[in-house]
């Protein structure tokens, strides 16, 4: 199957195709997800099966709002093994910081974010996965029966002071898990991200489960909703 992300301009209620942006590659899964920032000038487009599922993330910029020519900037890579990087992607309003997930991690997945200053050089900022502290990744409790598929999705807040993570294949209870899902939350403290105190939110045990929780998320620009 062919992905391909577009690129809409809307005017009043009607909205027209201006550009089409696709991969020569049909097997990458170019735009399986795909990120605008607030400003409109930032699009951060993922392809998850990239270098035999290691996933890329390919970011794009155009001058201004008034400007249709969206030029490559650079491409965000993560070679290990096939994590699925750029499985879920968000940018912040200014297109300063993004979230990328890779939930496929490790068996277990994560969530790395990045940032710039000058809209050209993205550093990674901070990590976080399932699996402890370690080289920087922040620690996501990890629960031995049910922790899977983190960063499945990603959200975060326009002023990118606050990142919700999906982990909508997550068994939340320890005496028989089905899939409920969980999803995680983290707060920007100068650029090293901590779990909130009430961290993993999640449905209530009951005897029909809720399934899937947290496949589909969305954040407030202050982060407050």
Known sequence: MLFRSKVIV??????????????????????????LSGDGLTLAIGAPNSDSNNGRVYIMKRASRNTNTWVDVVTIAELMGGERFGSAVSLSTD???????????????????????????????????????????????????????????????????????????????????????????????????????QAKLMPTKSSIPVLGFGVSLSISTDGSV
């Open 10 to 35: 809307g005017e009043v209620i009607y909205w027209n195709i201006t550009n089409t942006l696709n991969s020569l590659d049909v097997t990458v899964g170019y735009g399986k997800a795909v990120t």
């Open 95 to 197: 297109g300063g910081y993004l979230a990328v997930g890779a939930p496929f991690y490790n068996g277990i997945g994560g969530v790395e974010v990045w940032r710039t200053t000058d809209g050209t050089n993205w550093n990674r900022v901070s990590y976080a996965n399932s699996l402890g502290a370690t080289n920087g990744w922040l620690q996501t409790p990890m629960e031995s029966y049910g922790s899977a598929g983190q960063g499945r999705i990603v959200a975060l807040s326009g002023d990118a002071q606050v990142l919700v993570v999906g982990e909508p294949e997550h068994s939340a209870y320890p005496d028989g898990g089905y899939g409920e899902g969980a999803v995680w939350v983290y707060y920007n403290q100068g650029d090293w991200w901590q779990l909130a105190s």
